[in-house]
């Protein structure tokens, strides 16, 4: 099993900075895929930021000149960086990992952090 979790979220001011980490533990193989998502009040959850192993990113448009997702392989954490926040950056931030265990080696299966609450106040 792969346990992902999640620290750093808070309240800010617009315009403020916060920094997510994601820590993934347990009997870990190989991780692929690092990504934050996020849901906000009363939306569907929405992919904001994504990097591979090798260090490929990708971003939401929303969050793009903003948000810089990266990740340490070492430490199995991955990392979101998010400046000029605005109010409708608020959201439950969530961690994935698309990883494989000891037990099932190149077998990859999806795994969720608990959130972590971002809110930005105007």
Not at 72 to 83: G, P
Request: charged share 20%; proline share 2%.
């Amino acid at each position: 099993q792969v346990h992902l979790v999640e620290s750093g979220g808070g309240l800010v001011q617009a315009g403020g900075s916060l920094r997510l980490s994601c820590t993934a533990s347990g009997s870990i193989f190989s991780i692929n895929a690092m990504r934050w998502y996020r849901q906000g009040p009363g939306k569907q959850r929405e992919l904001v930021a994504g990097i591979t192993s090798a260090g490929s990113t990708n971003y939401a448009d929303s969050v793009k000149e903003r948000f810089t997702i990266s990740r340490d392989n070492a430490k199995n954490t991955v990392y979101l960086q998010m400046n000029s926040l605005k109010p409708e950056d608020t959201a439950v931030y969530y961690c994935y990992a698309e990883a494989s265990t000891r037990a099932t080696m190149w077998r990859f299966d999806d795994y969720w952090g608990q959130g972590t609450q971002v809110t930005v106040s105007s």
